[in-house]
């Protein structure tokens, strides 16, 4: 309970991810996410961690997408990612890892699953929107309303902008908790997908597309 309310009542800082928290920010997405990539579940868990990571930081300096970090009492507790619909200039970017040294650490055939999966995340959407492309909180900290508060910002954010009316996001069949949430917060339903090859990969078959509008 009294962890509950430092989470609710402690102001959060949110700002751009810095490359000094680069290693914690993959902490967090490879809890997040490494159950998606269960075709290298033979890959030796320290080389596992290590090859996603790279694969995660390659993104980092795409022309479409914003990384964020949020930080509660001075420690990181979450990290988001934005894609727009149109290229934005950022004023720091990191360098992109070579591909060539992920392979190398991976090994060709890996290498090959592993960029396959995180292809089947880009999603470039219309140019009025903003697409959460990802959302990791702490394992340790699930459920204490940090995804609440962090939306919260995002939507308000993204509201300040003229150029956007909506925001989006993916959420798969199997998780209920996180479409219970947007739906509370008002996303509905555009679409709703299968894909076989998700199927293959990750063992997911169902995607909903949700959307909320922002308020003008």
């Not at 339903?189 to 078959?205: A, F, G, N, V």
């Amino acid at each position: 309970m009294m962890m509950n309310s430092m989470v609710n009542n402690e102001p959060f800082v949110i700002e751009p991810l810095e490359e000094a928290n680069i290693d914690s920010a993959n902490t967090l997405f490879y809890e997040a996410f490494s159950s998606k990539f269960k075709t290298i579940s033979d890959m030796p868990e320290a080389q596992r961690q290590g090859v996603l990571s790279l694969f995660w930081q390659r993104g980092l300096s795409d022309p479409y997408d914003r990384h964020f970090q949020v930080k509660l009492n001075g420690k990181l507790v979450a990290v988001y990612g934005i894609t727009y619909g149109v290229k934005r200039i950022q004023e720091q970017v990191p360098t992109p890892v070579p591909l060539i040294q992920i392979l190398r650490k991976a090994g060709f055939f890996r290498f090959m699953k592993i960029r396959r999966i995180f292809q089947l995340f880009v999603h470039k959407p219309r140019a009025d929107t903003a697409y959460l492309s990802y959302l990791c909180v702490d394992n340790k900290l699930r459920g204490m309303g940090i995804g609440n508060r962090v939306l919260d910002h995002i939507e308000t954010q993204a509201a300040a902008d003229p150029k956007l009316t909506r925001i989006s996001l993916y959420v798969s069949d199997l998780n209920t908790k996180a479409r219970e949430l947007y739906l509370r917060r008002g996303y509905i339903d555009e679409k709703y997908e299968t894909s076989r090859t998700t199927l293959r990969y990750m063992d997911i078959y169902g995607w909903h597309y949700m959307v909320k509008e922002l308020a003008s």
